[in-house]
């Protein structure tokens, strides 16, 4: 059953083992299930994937939600764009830029991704008010995620290839309008989980949704 409410909570680096196991038990899921390259392996590395989520989670730009002791869902927050992605023009326009967002499988199909997207641009505009965008990159073969996000109010932008060619080129973007006047009551915004919390290091099975 959906719980009533979650608690989202900015990521410490104590989190890094939730964050890594949402996103290998994404991988395994993707893998099983879905015909896209996405996550086949940790890229470019293990070494290099570590690094990134340490990057956010050192960074305070990594949010969880928890559903009471129980991880549901992740992601990352930026505020600038990867320049090798996005252009200058582009990057002249403020935006709210998302990664590594993985809903768990057990709260699929309740909504729970279009809230933490919307949740996430809120929270970028509350950072920033004149944020204008919400943008995602998304992994260039995922088509049911491109899908997905469609749904969920994106454009399409364009395709791009980066110098270390990162797969995830596909870009999309939506008004920060529409995430202002969405609703997202079930996400209770918390300060940072405490430690005993943070020793929570199983995910439960889940549906990456970026």
């Known amino acids: 059953m959906a719980a009533e409410q979650f608690q989202v909570r900015r990521a ?5 083992t939730t964050v890594t196991a949402l996103i290998d038990d ?5 893998r099983r299930d879905k015909d ?7 890229w470019p590395s293990h070494e290099g994937r570590r690094k990134r989520i340490w990057g956010g989670l050192i960074d305070g730009h990594t949010w969880i939600v928890w559903d009471g002791v129980k991880p549901a869902a992740s992601v990352t927050i930026e505020m600038t764009g990867n320049p090798h992605l996005w252009t200058a023009d582009e990057r002249e326009t403020p935006a ?3 990664h590594r967002l993985v809903v768990g499988r057990n709260y699929t199909g309740i909504g729970l991704g279009a809230e933490l997207l919307n949740w996430a641009g809120k929270r970028g505009h509350s950072e ?3 944020v204008q965008q919400i943008r995602i990159d998304v ?3 995922n088509d049911d995620l491109h899908r997905y996000y469609q749904a969920q109010g994106f454009t399409f932008v364009d395709d791009r290839e980066t110098p270390d060619r990162c797969p995830s080129g ?4 939506k008004p920060i309008t529409e995430a202002l006047q969405a609703e997202a009551a079930r996400l209770v915004t918390e300060p940072a989980a405490p430690q005993s919390r943070a020793l ?3 995910a439960p099975r889940i549906l990456a949704t970026a």
């Not at 896209?36 to 940790?42: A, C, D, E, V």
């Not at 596909?170 to 973007?173: A, E, G």
């Open 12 to 16: 410490t680096t104590e989190h890094q």
């Open 26 to 30: 994404a991988a395994d899921w993707l």
């Open 36 to 42: 896209t390259s996405q996550w086949n392996r940790p």
């Open 96 to 98: 709210v830029y998302l």
């Open 128 to 130: 920033d008010a004149t």
């Open 139 to 141: 992994w260039t073969d």
């Open 170 to 173: 596909s870009l999309f973007q």
């Open 200 to 202: 929570v290091v199983m």
